[in-house]
């Protein structure tokens, strides 16, 4: 396994524990956090990359942030779910270096941790399972938000509790992209490390000891994107976070993420997302508000 993992941070959103008769069928299914399953009882599948897992009783199913998949289930199952959102940092996401095991065989310790975390946290259970309920901005926001109040004995316990839980996938996990030139995943490294300041074509091209050109053409190949376009994906999918997580100015959010000024970075999120950061945070903190007020 890459020795350039570090130490995320794991975001508990849900957990809960669903009994299902043959109505967890869903297709297309891409959420921008990690979800865990635990197989109590019954069967079920997962299709997920043109492949079909036979989901089994007493193990455990990880799938990755922004991972298309489906589920098809004909009779009765019984299972808990644990939603995470990952926020690296500026270091590279767990899942964009390693390719974790899909299915492991749950220890008896682990049952345990899954069912603790389920029980001191009831408020996050999901009030339905269609994922288009939940699977939104503003239910991802209400849920941050809720992290954001947790006690912070319960929290700390949470976070341990996940790290058990994701650490047994990672004791299986090879290194990703093994497909992918040593040269662009050197540059992907690069460019998730050093979100905090301008990047240029030039110097990554210049690292790979690779005309910009050259560099240009390989890495559009490997990625399907141009590595000017991959960087400003890379920065405003940081920034939606960081609106997220933190309370933070738009002007102090531009300059921590590299841009010259605010009305570059505000060009390039309302191009991107459609609308302009400071609309953007207004309806965050709005949606907190209401959360807390809920509460």
């Known amino acids: 396994m890459s020795k350039e993992l570090t130490h995320p941070y794991f975001m508990l959103l849900n957990t809960g524990r669903a009994v299902h008769n043959a ?3 869903w297709r297309n299914v891409c959420s921008p956090f990690i979800r865990i399953h635990f197989i109590e009882s019954g069967t079920a599948k997962l299709l997920r990359e043109d492949k079909t897992y036979e989901l089994k009783k007493n193990h455990l199913y990880l799938t990755p942030a922004y991972t298309t998949h489906g589920y098809q289930c004909e009779g009765p199952l019984s299972l808990y779910y644990i939603h995470i959102y990952e926020e690296p ?3 590279q996401s767990v899942f964009d270096l390693v390719d974790v095991a899909v299915e492991i065989k749950a220890a008896p310790l682990v049952i345990q941790l899954i069912k603790r ?6 408020e996050r259970k999901l009030p339905h399972f269609d994922p288009w309920s939940y699977d939104n901005g ?3 926001v209400r849920s941050i938000a809720r992290q954001k109040a947790a006690p912070l004995g319960y929290e700390m316990e949470a976070q341990g509790i996940i790290r058990q839980i994701v650490s047994r996938f990672l004791q299986q996990a090879a290194d990703k992209n093994l497909r992918i030139d040593k040269r662009i995943r050197q540059s992907l490294h690069y460019i998730r490390t050093h979100l905090d300041r301008p990047i240029s074509v030039d110097t990554l091209a210049e690292s790979c000891f690779l005309t910009k050109d050259h560099f240009i053409r390989l890495f559009k190949k490997d990625m399907g994107s141009t590595p000017g376009k991959y960087i400003q994906e890379q920065k405003i999918e940081k920034a939606r976070r960081m609106i997220m997580t933190r309370d933070i100015p738009v002007k102090d959010l531009a300059y921590s993420l590299g841009f010259e000024n605010d009305a570059y970075f505000n060009r390039f999120f309302k191009k991107m997302t459609g609308e302009n950061p400071g609309s953007y945070k207004k309806k965050i903190r709005a949606l907190e508000k209401e959360t807390a ?3």
């Open 293 to 295: 007020h809920n509460r």
């Open 138 to 140: 503003p239910t991802l």
């Open 89 to 91: 940092g500026n270091q």
């Open 117 to 122: 975390l389920t029980a001191i946290h009831p």
């Open 23 to 25: 109505d967890w069928n």
